[in-house]
Each structure stands twice: as structure tokens, then as C-alpha cells.
């Protein structure tokens, strides 16, 4: 199983109008199927169904380096998200 949170719509909004993009849903990593929900500590889109069959080991691809080093220095700030799973 791997740990999923719901992402927080507003935190990603304001990031979207920073960068001057429109709001897109992501795709889960495993299943191309657009989903809201995030494992954390890779930062990757992960949906509830395939995060119940899944290992955070099966995650290739890692971009969740800042993430985790702002957790080790205790900054880190989830927002309004919540835990899915
Ligand atoms: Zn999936």
C-alpha cells in the first residue's frame, strides 16, 4: 500500500496562477487515470485504487527530494490536504 493524500485544490491553484498555467488534473503514474490524490514523499500522482495494490517501491521516478528535506528540517506544510488512504 502506498500512502496517498488528497492534494490541496487551493495551494494548487495559486501555484497554477504563479506560473501562469491552468489548472490540470494529473495523471496516476500507474494507470494514466486522472486522479487527485499524491503520495507525499516522491511527489508523484498516485490514484486510491492502484495505491491499495502498489508499493511506494514500484514508484520510479522521484521528485520528491525538496519535499523530504523539508520534512527532516520540520518545515514542511501540507496545507488544507488530507489522507486518502
Ligand atoms: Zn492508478
Redesign the pocket.
Known amino acids: 500500500m502506498i500512502p496517498v493524500w488528497f492534494e490541496d485544490k487551493k495551494q494548487i491553484l495559486e501555484w497554477c496562477r504563479g506560473f501562469g498555467i491552468n489548472y490540470i488534473k494529473e495523471v496516476?503514474i500507474?494507470?494514466s487515470?486522472p486522479?487527485n490524490t499524491w503520495h507525499e514523499n516522491t511527489n508523484n500522482p498516485?490514484?486510491v485504487?492502484?495505491a491499495k495494490t502498489r508499493k511506494v517501491s514500484d514508484i520510479k521516478e522521484d521528485w520528491g527530494q525538496r519535499i523530504r528535506a523539508r520534512k527532516r528540517k520540520g518545515t514542511f506544510d501540507r496545507g488544507n490536504s488530507t489522507r486518502a488512504n
Open positions: 496516476c500507474f494507470c487515470t486522479t498516485v490514484c485504487k492502484c
